[in-house]
């Protein structure tokens, strides 16, 4: 019979119509494109499939005719009739065979939920949709200076309660996905729509991660930029030295220090910050800043020598 109308729907063959619509509701409100940012394509095409199956065992002609001949029988010939079928002779075997033009799976959806208001706001709980939508539910999600510098898929475990077709509410646990991408900043907010809790009389709120950042041992984020604070000592700070840092991706950075560092002197290292979220393959700046360590005492032979060698390097 080539694609089971009755199985997409979840319903038996004796499905009355009431049967139809509930099944056609609750799939079409979990798969429709809108309510599955993560997995658009799998859901556009399960969306369309669920619609199709409705749109063809909702037509009690439509299903005799595919209860018949199946899915061939459906779409073989010329559409010409307000219902949307024309006979046409020599189909196989002799006998008529039928085309219809399935109607859009948004308009179908419409009828069902509203006409402009094409984006579900809940995947569960049609019966007792409201027409106010709850205030949206924010969350932190605390991501490593690491992460929000390499990206990564965070998988975060959610329960939530929603209402089933008849209005009953059940609480139900649900894994979402989230791909932090590179340079994303503290306040970055992932809003997945629907996915709140439900409360009688509202359509379910949206859920909003927001970004926020754990503080690192060496590099404090600056915009774009990474700020280190290195420690010297007075003799490195007059006399050069070679700083060594790991970066946020594990690399090994040797950084020589060939000037003489005054207080408020500043390294700076281009393309060795964060990346910048909307241009990934460009980076901010590395910045260091030093803490020149001054002896605690001196004895005095070693002021001696510093009046002569300083008293030299003033001339």
């Known amino acids: 019979m080539g694609v089971d109308y009755y199985n997409i729907l979840k319903v038996s063959r004796g499905a009355t119509e009431e049967d139809l619509k509930k099944s056609y509701k609750r799939l079409a409100m979990k798969w429709h494109p809108d309510k599955n940012p993560i997995n658009k394509k799998e859901a556009e095409a399960k969306f369309k499939q669920i619609s199709e199956a409705y749109d063809v065992l909702s037509d009690p002609q439509k299903r005799q005719i595919y209860d018949l001949y199946g899915e061939e029988g459906i779409q073989s010939a010329e559409l010409s009739s307000p ?45 007792s949709q ?23 898929r965070r998988k975060m475990r959610i329960s939530r309660t929603i209402a089933n077709e008849f209005g009953k509410l059940k609480t139900v646990d649900e894994i979402l996905k989230i791909d932090i991408k590179p340079g994303w900043k503290k306040g970055t907010k992932i809003t997945f729509p629907g996915k709140g809790n439900h409360e009688p009389g509202f359509t379910p709120s949206d859920l909003i991660f927001v970004i926020d950042e754990k503080p690192h041992a060496v590099f404090k984020r600056d915009g774009n930029d990474l700020v280190v604070n290195q420690k010297i000592s007075l003799l490195e700070a007059l006399t050069g030295s070679t700083l060594s840092l790991t970066t946020l991706d594990g690399r090994n950075l040797t950084i020589p220090v060939t000037e003489i560092v005054k207080p408020g002197h500043e390294v700076v290292i281009p393309n060795e910050g964060m990346p910048i979220s909307k241009e990934p393959s460009k980076k901010g700046q590395l910045k260091i800043k030093f803490d020149i360590t001054f002896p605690s005492r001196l004895n005095a032979e070693q002021k001696s020598d510093l009046k002569r060698a300083l008293g030299r390097a003033d001339k």
Request: hydrophobic share 30%; with cysteine.
């Open 130 to 152: 409201g027409n106010k939508k709850a205030a949206p539910v924010e969350s932190k999600l605390v991501c490593s200076l690491e992460e929000l510098y390499r990206g990564g």
């Open 83 to 127: 219902n949307g079928f024309s006979g046409v002779d020599g189909g196989v075997g002799g006998r008529r065979a039928y085309r219809f033009n399935s109607r859009n799976a948004e308009d179908i959806f419409a009828e069902f939920f509203g006409g402009s208001e094409k984006k579900p706001s809940r995947d569960d709980g049609v019966g």
